[in-house]
């Protein structure tokens, strides 16, 4: 897209003021009680992360766009190229989930920026997000904690919750529709929030981004994933990477005046102007359960001056769990995979 293109899609999306999404404070939930419920409902496994047990720490290089630092000032755009600190995960608390599901697939990324500035994001493999507050977070998740005779979930407890809050069915549902990823590469990766972006002049976007593969999306038939078996994904990633093919482009998807921000389980109309950011490259991954991201947070509140935050409140919610999950993860001794 070129400059004027681009200075001609940011105008006809009607440039959202920052009155248009002030910020709502939400009640708060304590972290401690977040992550019990997280436990009691998906088991503890001590040492490894509350959500995306399964995981890989990979290093990789970014470099923004000329459209990008048309929309914002943040130095990850320079057009120079940016250490980045990635990790893959499988979505679940269980470190041994099957790679061969049609279940979550993260993107979680650090931006080692210049001058000690770090912007850091979690992505999923799904347009949106399993709730849209961490109030809505909270009562699903105790609606699926098992019943401590069955060890199973209660059906009636769990079809309540979702007939009063249909939007929680939205993630499985499409999941449930998507082929199981053949690689870490291949699948797309939204971070579901919104964010305003900066520019010099001092305009302010509002937008949501998707990582996209470079070489584009690859899935697997039912046959297909159940030979592959259970742990697949990290051989696969590293030969990929080897041979340089591992690569997303970094989009970012316009909001319009009127389209709705603040919430993870809705996504932008299909067809808003997309503008590319730059492009992320994998080069190397960790050969064992290793490397640098082991105690990343991968909080969205970390942010580069010229990006920030909607008034979606599970973006800042979710900084407290993040870091008491830390500390939990170095008490019992943290893993990696």
């Not at 766009?65 to 269980?94: D, H, I, K, Q, W």
């Amino acid at each position: 897209m070129t400059k004027l293109a681009l200075s001609a899609a940011v105008a006809a999306s009607a440039m959202l003021t920052v009155s248009a999404f002030a910020q709502t404070a939400a009640a708060p939930v304590d972290p401690n009680s977040f992550l019990n419920q997280f436990e009691a409902t998906f088991g503890k496994f001590e040492g490894y992360r509350r959500s995306g047990a399964k995981g890989v720490c990979a290093m990789g290089e970014f470099v923004g766009t000329a459209e990008a630092r048309g929309l914002s000032t943040a130095s990850a755009f320079s057009g120079a190229p940016v250490p980045v600190v990635v990790r893959f995960s499988v979505g679940g608390a269980n470190p041994k989930a099957p790679d061969n599901a049609k279940s979550q697939r993260n993107l979680a990324l650090q931006f080692n920026l210049p001058n000690g500035e770090v912007w850091q994001m979690g992505n999923i493999s799904a347009p949106v997000f399993g709730a849209s507050s961490p109030q809505q977070f909270l009562g699903r998740l105790a609606s699926l904690q098992p019943d401590p005779a069955t060890k199973m979930p209660d059906a009636a407890k769990v079809k309540a919750f979702a007939d009063a809050n249909p939007e929680v069915l939205l993630q499985g549902r499409h999941f449930a529709s998507q082929p199981v990823p053949a690689s870490f590469g291949t699948v797309n990766y939204w971070g579901v929030h919104a964010f305003g972006f900066t520019n010099a002049s001092g305009s302010k976007q509002f937008g949501k981004w998707v990582f996209e593969p470079v070489g584009g999306l690859q899935g697997l038939t039912d046959d297909e994933a159940k030979a592959k078996g259970p742990a697949f994904l990290f051989d696969d990633l590293r030969q990929r990477v080897k041979d340089g093919k591992v690569a997303f482009n970094f989009n970012l998807e316009l909001a319009q005046a009127g389209d709705q921000i603040d919430s993870a389980t809705v996504p932008l109309p299909a067809g808003r102007t997309k503008v590319n950011l730059g492009m992320l490259k994998v080069t190397s991954v960790a050969e064992d359960g290793g490397g640098p991201c082991l105690t990343i947070t991968y909080n969205p509140m970390v942010l580069p001056k010229g990006v920030e935050p909607s008034a979606d409140p599970m973006i800042a919610a979710r900084a407290a769990p993040y870091a008491v999950g830390l500390g939990r993860r170095l008490t019992e001794g943290a893993k990696q995979q």
